[in-house]
């Protein structure tokens, strides 16, 4: 598609919307890829593909390499440039990495066709992203520094334009991305901050908003107005998931004005109607009435998990409070920001100040380096409650991890690839690598013959088809092949079942019974709280829209719910029970 001088860029976060933890867990990387093969006839100026959610997803609850679902897009995605977006100081992961592992993950990521590396920092210190920009410089990829946002200091503070500068006279950035994670801003105030950044940068400027409320939308729409040159939209209701614009609701706004977005409208609806069945009917509903909730300054992906902690302890009515209180703790050490990795953190020290109704009596580990200055440039002071609880608590860094250090501990023979990923996701990334070496070892014991024979991979697809079991593997010579049962698009409203949007739990008749299956890994809890009631015993009569368990994942609390009323008959795991993707939870008799 060729792009209209003057027009607004699409750049298109469908991809990124659908695969992160934990509803994400449900979409594979072919589903990736046929999403990508119908975004790339929309005319997005980029599609980003992967974040560190997004990683985090592919490995923790898939097993599935990041790369390989960077190179599944890559193949579909046609003549559209794909992107990915990292954390400056760990990329997709939690620990600090050195410079030259930061380097080899950009040319991993351009030699597999990453063609642009937006890099953010929670602190929006210039120098945390001054590996990730000198990498892309050697590599020839597109740098765009971003301006986190939000909550402090005040939004007409002159520190933002001056970080916007500094960010904007890193090495090779072409573009500036301003990010509201969370509807910090206002739309008019967006505005302003928008056309106040391009005039002291020069730079075109790129935005990317989520808010609540369906603000989302109204602001992308005020960003256009003040010259933003390009804006981060979803394509159908992975936006309503997301809390971002919908790219079909922003192309229509402006229809009629001096600008217009540059996209195929006809093909941004045949890939709307790609990608919205891939989402979980649960997630869908959980979206809708968080539209018509309490707008709190919240980012998106911390949201549910923050409103499952609270509903566990019976508290979630404090879902306000603890929203104000984050914009104090935020405050409080030196102005970070909510945007990843800090933002989790940050929340549960504001819960913690909630729930036990006093301030900074102990301190979230991840917040003692920032509260110290060892993570960077502060971006105001630190209160002295702070400074006193982060010394007491301080056990010093971890060392960075650099890639001396990772190849000492990795297995040998580790591609470039698999050993960036291994220097951030371990564990992950070991069980990627065995699966895939028995795999070769197999085919390396049976000279001209491909490892698994095309007439048992359909034995298995035929024995999966027949069975209640949601996958199968088998073991040969060392080589384990497992053949999973597709997770259905939901129809409607009567389909799939996962409250707090963990996937679909898979629902399927059996003997007149509905088996109600964990759409996740994680741990099976059946009571709200340690000395709270069972949700349900066998025998219990429920009703649809009903909570039946809670599955903890990454410290998130999903619930489950049954999608249809009746009488449960089986509870098929002990509380607090480790639970398989797939793992059959409850029969419920209609």
Request: aromatic letters at 4%; a negative charge.
């Amino acid at each position: 598609m060729t792009h209209v001088s003057g027009a607004v860029g699409y750049v298109d976060a469908t991809l990124r919307d659908l695969a992160p933890f934990p509803w994400g867990t449900a979409v594979g990387t072919d589903d990736l890829a046929a999403a990508a093969a119908a975004l790339s006839e929309v005319g997005a100026r980029v599609l980003e593909a992967l974040d560190a959610r997004c990683a985090r997803a592919a490995l923790e609850a898939r097993s599935e390499s990041p790369w390989d679902r960077l190179r599944a897009v890559l193949r579909e995605a046609g003549g559209t440039p794909v992107g990915v977006v990292v954390g400056a100081r760990n990329l997709w992961g939690d620990l600090p990495l050195a410079p030259d592992v930061v380097r080899r993950f950009v040319l991993c990521a351009v030699d597999s066709g990453a063609s642009r590396i937006r890099a953010t920092d929670p602190l929006n210190d210039p120098e945390a992203l001054l590996a990730v920009a000198r990498a892309c410089e050697e590599a020839a990829a597109e740098f765009v520094p971003t301006l986190i946002v939000g909550p402090s200091p005040a939004i007409d503070d002159a520190r933002w334009v001056q970080e916007a500068v500094a960010l904007a006279a890193l090495p090779g950035a072409g573009t500036i991305c301003v990010s509201d994670g969370a509807g910090y801003i206002a739309p008019s105030t967006l505005g302003r901050l928008v056309a106040a950044v391009a005039e002291a940068t020069g730079l075109p400027v790129e935005v990317q908003v989520q808010a609540p409320g369906g603000l989302a939308p109204l602001s992308a729409t005020a960003a256009v107005g003040a010259g933003a040159a390009s804006v981060q939209a979803s394509a159908g209701p992975v936006a309503l998931v997301s809390a971002r614009p919908s790219a079909e609701t922003l192309r229509a706004a402006l229809v009629g004005g001096e600008r217009t977005l540059d996209c195929n409208a006809s093909a941004l609806d045949r890939a709307a109607r790609v990608v919205g069945p891939m989402l979980p009917a649960d997630r869908l509903r959980q979206a809708a009435a968080a539209v018509f909730g309490p707008a709190v300054a919240v980012p998106p992906a911390l949201e549910s998990g923050l409103i499952s902690r609270l509903g566990r302890l019976g508290l979630s009515r404090s879902l306000v409070a603890v929203a104000t209180e984050s914009a104090a703790v935020s405050r409080d050490v030196g102005g970070a920001t909510l945007a990843y990795p800090l933002g989790s953190a940050i929340l549960a020290q504001a819960a913690r100040h909630v729930i036990e109704g006093r301030r900074w009596a102990e301190i979230e580990p991840e917040l003692v380096p920032v509260a110290l200055g060892r993570a960077g440039r502060l971006r105001g002071p630190v209160a002295e409650a702070v400074i006193e609880v982060a010394t007491a608590a301080d056990t010093g860094d971890p060392p960075l991890r650099d890639v001396a250090t990772v190849s000492d501990e990795a297995p040998a023979g580790l591609s470039e690839e698999d050993l960036v990923l291994w220097a951030m996701f371990a564990e992950g990334t070991e069980s990627v690598v065995a699966r895939r070496r028995s795999l070769g070892a197999e085919a390396a014991s049976r000279p001209g013959q491909s490892a698994i024979d095309r007439e048992l991979l359909e034995t298995l697809v035929d024995v999966v088809e027949a069975s209640d079991e949601a996958e199968v593997s088998v073991e040969i010579s060392g080589a384990r092949v497992t053949v999973r049962r597709s997770v259905a698009a939901p129809a409607g409203p009567g389909s799939g079942a996962s409250e707090g949007g963990g996937g679909a739990a898979a629902a399927e008749e059996d003997d007149g019974l509905v088996r109600v299956t964990s759409p996740m890994v994680g741990t099976f809890y059946r009571r709200p709280g340690p000395d709270q009631e069972v949700f349900v015993e066998e025998g219990s009569r429920v009703e649809a829209g009903d909570t039946l368990c809670l599955i903890e994942a990454m410290k998130l609390f999903n619930e489950i719910v049954t999608e249809v009323a009746g009488t449960v008959r089986t509870i098929a795991l002990e509380d607090a029970a480790p639970a398989e993707f797939g793992q059959l939870l409850f029969l419920i008799e209609p």
